[in-house]
């Protein structure tokens, strides 16, 4: 609760310290961790040692390491379940992140998404609201126009 009030998002990498695959995985975290940060995302990356919490861990109901989560500002979780590369991690994680729904080419999509375009005077904050928990599947658009929202 400490971390996620000092950081507005953050991934954390849920491992054992046992498990072979959490100890390859470690560089390609730390890869992308290193690419958000160039791309200047303001996204923390952290790691819990389950064993050594795993109290903790049964919160969110590890099952597998490493499990990869985004928690974002609104304490809203989402697993990350994309390829186990940096470079998959670090798009995914700047597509967690900043507005759900982009102007039309004002910001460039991170792409890789089906799109939704919404277009009218205004976004309503039911649609904003309905785009943040749906920003892992659609990648969403508003360009303004007159009329009503389609």
């Known amino acids: ?18 498990c072979h695959a959490c100890q390859q995985f470690a ?25 050594e919490h795993k109290d903790f861990a049964a919160q969110f109901e590890i099952a597998s390491f490493p499990t990869l989560m985004f928690f974002d500002s609104q304490s809203q979780r989402v697993p990350y379940l994309g390829p186990r590369k940096a470079p998959a991690l670090a798009k995914w994680v700047a597509r967690m992140t900043g507005p ?13 998404q089906a799109v939704v375009t919404v277009r009218g005077p205004q976004v309503p904050a039911a649609l904003e609201a309905e785009a ?10 508003w360009e303004e126009r007159e009329g009503d929202v389609v």
């Open 132 to 141: 943040a928990k749906e920003r892992v599947a659609f990648d969403w658009e």
């Open 1 to 18: 609760e400490q971390y996620q009030k000092d950081h507005q998002e953050f991934v954390v990498e849920f491992y054992a310290p046992w």
């Open 100 to 112: 759900a729904i982009r102007r039309v080419g004002e910001e460039p999509s991170p792409g890789g």
């Open 27 to 51: 560089p390609t975290y730390s890869k992308a961790a290193e690419m958000v940060k160039a791309q200047k995302v303001p996204v923390k990356f952290t790691a819990v040692d389950c064993e």
